[in-house]
């Protein structure tokens, strides 16, 4: 597999925030973006599990990425949204607290994630970067959903 950060490629990026915290995924991995649907859960699923919906006839399962990254978070309202995503080869809706922006970079612009996080941490962000005097986290998707998670998905 190559690195997806390779040196001198610009990339689209959609910005979004979870809390105070803003992170960010490849574009490409975006499908849509729609307002918050209640959520009917399934029994057994982990907490980061909020449920599924029906997406145009589709079953669609519903990730809150805040308790997936062990951020606080509340119910959902109306203010939230889901961002629809090709995950492992499945689309999946991210609950997220707002999307902000489309953001444009080039690699050299993201640096490493720090050797302090935690190997749980470096799984989900490929790197940081600031913008506009803001610290921006890179969201790896492959790795939203653990292996049992993503074929139950």
């Given at each position: 597999m190559t690195d997806p950060l390779q040196a001198g490629a610009v990339?689209?990026?959609?910005?979004?925030?979870?809390?105070?915290?803003?992170?960010?995924?490849?574009?490409?991995?975006?499908r849509e973006?729609?307002?918050?649907?209640?959520?009917?859960?399934?029994?057994?699923?982990?907490?980061?599990?909020?449920?599924?919906?029906n997406l145009r006839g589709a079953v669609l399962p519903i990730v809150d990425l805040g308790a997936r990254f062990g951020l606080r978070t509340g119910e959902p309202s109306a203010r939230h949204v889901i961002m629809v995503a090709h995950i492992a080869g499945r689309l999946v809706g991210l609950l997220v607290d707002a999307v902000s922006?489309?953001?444009?970079?080039?690699?050299?612009?993201?640096?490493?994630?720090?050797?302090?996080?935690?190997?749980?941490?470096?799984?989900?962000?490929?790197?940081?970067?600031?913008?506009?005097?803001?610290?921006?986290?890179?969201?790896?998707?492959?790795h939203i959903l653990p292996e049992s998670e993503a074929e139950a998905a």
């Open positions: 990339r689209e990026l959609i910005a979004f925030r979870i809390g105070d915290q803003e992170f960010c995924v490849d574009i490409m991995a975006v973006i729609r307002g918050w649907t209640p959520a009917t859960p399934l029994p057994r699923s982990p907490a980061f599990m909020k449920g599924v919906i922006d489309i953001i444009q970079l080039t690699d050299e612009a993201v640096q490493p994630t720090p050797d302090v996080a935690s190997d749980q941490v470096r799984l989900f962000v490929k790197g940081i970067f600031a913008i506009d005097g803001r610290m921006v986290s890179l969201i790896d998707l492959d």
